[in-house]
T-cell receptor, first 113, second 112 residues
Framework: NAGVTQTPKFQVLKTGQSMTLQCAQDMNHEYMSWYRQDPGMGLRLIHYSVGAGITDQGEVPNGYNVSRSTTEDFPLRLLSAAPSQTSVYFC????????????FGEGSRLTVL | GENVEQHPSTLSVQEGDSAVIKCTYSDSASNYFPWYKQELGKRPQLIIDIRSNVGEKKDQRIAVTLNKTAKHFSLHITETQPEDSAVYFCAASPSGNNDMRFGAGTRLTVKP
């Protein structure tokens, strides 16, 4: 069991570039989510999904897109990167939505110049 | 939506002392309150959680208390050890809503 796997671990982008952060889990969890972590602001929910084909917005969705074509994968797309999107991104999954333990990936550190 | 406030933002204690971190939440429909520990450069990991039908839960040196009337919950760590040094996050999740909100975090330092 690899758990939750995120790639890449580090990425540097220029303003206006697009990219996709990959997230995969092998625990057959229906619930998956993306958070961003900024100093002094905790973890803020970007998007989440309660199953394949279903996605919804969290607290800070602007500038990000997600899709969920399979149970295992939940990629996060930055459409046109901005310096404000410089952050550490965590993908997390859960067997029972947000009323159960969230299993986090190792994080992806993104810098937008 | 739910708003979670966490205090203090930093906490320094001597090894062996107790540490208490407090969180308040705004949505009275919230019914699940987890605590996550994040060591430097690592991913957050669940250390304890409590549901709204329980007032207190304990796991060895860690305990969580919940006051639904006042809408606050607290993490208590007794006999602190240097390996307890980390950032701790509280969170709250409203019933029927998959949008979990986290507090801003508390950086706990345990001095040997």
């Amino acid at each position: 069991n690899a758990g939750v796997t995120q790639t890449p671990k580090f990425q540097v982008l220029k303003t206006g570039q697009s990219m996709t952060l990959q997230c995969a889990q092998d625990m057959n969890h229906e619930y998956m989510s993306w958070y961003r972590q900024d100093p002094g602001m905790g973890l803020r929910l970007i998007h989440y999904s309660v199953g394949a084909g279903i996605t919804d917005q969290g607290e800070v969705p602007n500038g990000y897109n997600v899709s969920r074509s399979t149970t295992e994968d939940f990629p996060l797309r930055l459409l046109s990167a901005a310096p404000s999107q410089t952050s550490v991104y965590f993908c997390a999954s859960s067997l029972s939505g947000v009323t159960g333990e969230l299993f986090f990936g190792e994080g992806s550190r993104l810098t937008v110049l | 939506g739910e708003n979670v406030e966490q205090h203090p933002s930093t906490l320094s204690v001597q090894e062996g002392d107790s540490a208490v971190i407090k969180c308040t939440y705004s949505d009275s429909a919230s019914n699940y309150f987890p605590w996550y520990k994040q060591e430097l450069g690592k991913r957050p990991q669940l250390i304890i959680d409590i549901r709204s039908n329980v007032g207190e839960k304990k796991d060895q040196r860690i305990a969580v208390t919940l006051n639904k009337t006042a809408k606050h919950f607290s993490l208590h760590i007794t006999e602190t050890q240097p390996e307890d040094s980390a950032v701790y996050f509280c969170a709250a999740s409203p019933s029927g809503n998959n949008d979990m909100r986290f507090g801003a975090g508390t950086r706990l330092t345990v001095k040997p």
